[in-house]
Nanobody, 124 residues
């Protein structure tokens, strides 16, 4: 099972940017779909972004489309989430996920492996 470690969270003003990183251990990273999810206080964890193992397919939640970009570097076993034009409602703990399942008609379902999360706080 792959192990995941997120980094890059922090406090930023509305309109600002952050880039999250997720470093993965294990030989299966390059053949694993990867995703980002987030959980705000008092809310359920929700899908944010998905990238296929090759990087050829990406998907985003409607709330972040056009502002966030997911990418990966298989040589570094790392997946990234570039977040631009941040809003206070983006405040949450962001989790990296390995093995999400892509569906064409609904948001991807999470896979079995999660990181510990990184806090993102956007001030107004």
């Amino acid at each position: 099972q792959v192990q995941l470690v997120e980094s890059g969270g922090g406090l930023v003003q509305a309109g600002g940017s952050l880039r999250l990183s997720c470093a993965a251990s294990g030989r299966t990273f390059s053949t694993s779909n990867m995703g980002w999810y987030r959980q705000a206080p008092g809310k359920e964890r929700e899908f944010v972004a998905f990238i296929s193992w090759s990087g050829g397919l990406t998907a985003y939640a409607d709330s972040v489309k056009g502002r966030f970009t997911i990418s990966r570097d298989n040589a570094k076993n790392t997946v990234y989430l570039q977040m631009n034009s941040l809003k206070p409602e983006d405040t949450a703990i962001y989790y990296c996920n390995a093995g999400p399942v892509y569906y064409s008609e609904r948001y991807p379902g999470p896979g079995p492996s999660w990181g510990q999360g990184t806090q993102v706080t956007v001030s107004s």
